[in-house]
């Protein structure tokens, strides 16, 4: 199976498994070896009492598109440390993508960096995350 091939596969098993990114509505857009290219829009129930964006809908995003980059090579991982920086105010019908890239990468540790832009391509959040590989193969019967 390809590198791009086995990463869909991956991230098709966990998104299925995933209500909480179900929920949020995140679109996956783009799945590969290493990168993850995920989508939302904003609605009102994610917005705080500020009337912007909670934090955790950035956040929420970044975090998947890093579990979906750090585990489309086929083998579990999990994240061992994360942060962001929200750079923009996030409002109401605001679409949001998120660009995970792989930043250096180990038998054990994985570092990545998410950004995410906003419809009209302005960064909103930078999430940075590092991710330990189990040793376990999503599909090990392969």
């Not at 750090?70 to 999990?78: F, K, M, P, R, T």
Request: proline content about 2%; glycine content about 8%.
């Amino acid at each position: 199976m390809d590198p791009k091939e086995l990463a869909t596969k991956v991230v098709d098993q966990m998104y299925n498994n995933d209500p909480f990114s179900q929920w949020l509505g995140i679109e996956r857009v783009e799945d590969g070896a290493g990168i993850s290219l995920l989508r939302l829009t904003v609605t009102k129930e994610m917005l705080n009492g500020f009337g912007i964006a909670h934090g955790g809908i950035t956040y929420s995003l970044a975090d998947s598109a890093l579990a979906f980059a750090a585990n489309s090579y086929g083998q579990q991982c999990v994240s061992i440390e994360t942060s962001i920086s929200h750079t923009k105010a996030v409002k109401e019908g605001d679409v949001l993508t998120a660009v995970a890239k792989e930043a250096n990468k180990t038998d054990k540790i994985s570092r990545y960096e998410i950004t995410i832009f906003n419809q009209d391509n302005e960064n909103v959040a930078i999430f940075k995350g590092s991710a330990y590989n189990t040793g376990k193969a999503w599909f090990p019967e392969e």
